[in-house]
């Protein structure tokens, strides 16, 4: 497993991400099959795992902290995170940040991130005193290094890395990373802005919520023409790796497969050749090409849909559509896996997913242009 220095610290370059683990029929965590893939992570040398307060409707900490808790707790690094939507005044601080430690089953977190800031929440949520908050905790031993996951403009990245610069700084920056968003959207942008900082940073979505590994084929022939040996998946975590700032690549791994493969894929550095940059960059003008919705299935719009719409499965699937244009298979699928009261039709427009979108979708509206999902 590849490595990368921080501090003192040696940290694998993959990072196991706990948002899709492997769930029940009742879409509860299977603490059975998601502990055998954290297993054979860390024995092949994984040793940083990311959660947070909300993930599988705030029962991923708790499993992250029941499994690692038979391991020596300086072979792992833990990574969470303080959610600003449940912060409304100074004293929610400590409360969340009290059963995040009970969660986890540990007296300390090793990367402890002020969660999902954007455009609109940052300011409110410094002004409840998140920011000093998390200082005293690295002041106080109960974290170790302070920093903040982005899902806003480069304007707002910029106002970050002031604020920071003029008091504590930050010890790292999260953002979303992969081959797609460094030219449809800030993602270059970013990188270049917190690297001009001498930030390290952590890498979120590097294979978009699955997108880049379930290519339109239009794509994947262009990749398979080059290295017929690479998955699609492949190409886009080594295309991340290629990035000098870039400490830990976080993968949302789901089952077995996915372990072993993004095991393999960083047990050596292989660096894109300019043949496969090209190639990449071709498969992406072709994804480019068919106007998916861009959501990448983290689930936070559903923790609080009163009406309990599978908007992230809905989306995935129409995208399909797109792809393949199967109208009666679209149909059908959505029939049996969507149940009255729980539609498309059925979204009442509250706008509280709209408030947790990292991806700024208008759900209501992107749901309300499916006329093809709606009851008939």
């Keep these: 497993m590849l ?15 706990a948002m899709r683990l492997p769930v029940n029929e009742d879409n509860t965590i299977n603490y059975n099959e998601a502990s055998k893939l954290f297993d054979y992570a860390i024995k092949n040398g994984v040793n940083y795992f990311d959660t947070a307060f909300g993930y599988h409707n705030g029962k991923s900490a708790e499993f992250v902290g029941s499994c690692l808790s038979k391991y020596d707790r300086k072979s792992y690094f833990l990574a969470n995170k303080m959610p600003p939507w449940e912060v409304n005044n100074p004293e929610d601080l400590e409360r969340i940040f009290s059963k995040q430690l009970c969660d986890l089953k540990t007296d300390y977190i090793d990367f402890y991130l002020l969660h999902s800031l954007t455009d609109d929440n940052w300011k409110r949520f410094f002004e409840h005193g998140a920011y ?26 910029k106002e ?37 900082y001498g930030i390290p940073i952590m890498v979120m979505e590097p294979v978009r919520g699955g997108k880049l590994a379930n290519l339109p084929k239009s794509a994947q022939d262009i990749l398979k023409s080059t290295a017929p040996d690479m998955t699609p998946a492949e190409w886009a975590l080594r295309w991340v790796m290629d990035f000098d700032n870039v400490t830990v690549v976080l993968s949302g791994m789901s089952n077995r497969q996915q372990v072993e493969q993004n095991i393999n894929t960083f047990c050596s550095h292989k660096p894109l050749t300019s043949v496969q940059k090209n190639a990449l960059y071709e498969a992406a003008n072709q994804i480019r090409r068919i106007k998916t919705i861009p959501c990448t299935s983290c689930g936070y719009c559903t923790e609080s849909c009163p009406c309990d719409i599978k908007i992230p499965y809905i989306f995935e699937r129409y995208n399909k559509y797109l792809e393949d ?3 009666k298979g679209l149909k059908k699928d959505f029939e049996e896996n969507c149940s009255e009261g729980h539609r498309s039709s059925d979204c009442i427009s509250c706008n509280t997913c709209v408030e947790k979108c990292p991806q700024k979708i208008s759900v209501p509206d992107v749901l309300a242009l499916m006329p093809v999902i709606k009851k008939d």
């Design 325 to 327: 244009k199967d109208l």
């Design 3 to 17: 490595t990368k220095n921080f501090g003192f610290d040696s940290i694998s370059r993959l990072g196991f991400g």
């Design 160 to 196: 970050l890395l002031e604020f920071g610069a003029s008091r504590n700084g930050w010890d790292f920056i999260q953002i979303q990373f992969n081959y797609l968003d460094y030219f449809s959207a800030n993602a270059k942008t970013e990188y270049d802005m917190i690297t001009s």
């Design 132 to 157: 000093d908050f998390a200082w005293e905790k690295k002041r106080q031993g109960k974290v170790c290094h302070v920093g903040f996951s982005f899902h806003g403009s480069p304007h707002t990245l």
